[in-house]
């Protein structure tokens, strides 16, 4: 009996991770804990909003600090490779951004948080549909 409650409870977090609406990233960088969220799970083709909510050590939303994401594509066999970037803007306590992914296939997004004469960033990779 409890094989099938730990499976049902297995398969209901799998589902919700599965069908959640935003796909999300979260890390430590530097001293932030950054949160990352894009409107599409999986990233598709075209636009795709950005949510990059920001905490300090203590927990406290940071609200001045300059954010720039880039996203970029590695060159594949004829063709050259494509880098793109946006400022991010401040909307209540996260920034937020439009990434235009223009293909399908893997893209390296860099999430860079100046703030204070220092810059950390936050990398990852998706795979947009």
Excluded: C, H
């Amino acid at each position: 009996m409890k094989k099938i409650a730990f499976i049902t409870i297995i398969l209901f977090v799998t589902a919700g991770i599965a069908f959640s609406k935003d796909y999300e990233v979260r890390q430590k960088v530097s001293e932030y804990d950054v949160l990352v969220k894009i409107d599409r799970n999986p990233p598709v083709v075209g636009d795709n909003n950005i949510k990059i909510e920001i905490k300090d050590v203590v927990g406290k939303y940071v609200t001045d600090a300059k954010v720039v994401v880039e996203y970029s594509m590695p060159a594949m066999p004829g063709m050259p490779p494509m880098n793109y970037k946006t400022n991010a803007e401040l909307k209540e306590n996260g920034y937020r951004a439009r990434m235009n992914l223009s293909m399908s296939g893997p893209w390296n997004i860099a999430v860079k948080i100046s703030r204070a004469g220092k810059t950390s960033t936050m990398k990852f990779t998706v795979d947009a549909k």
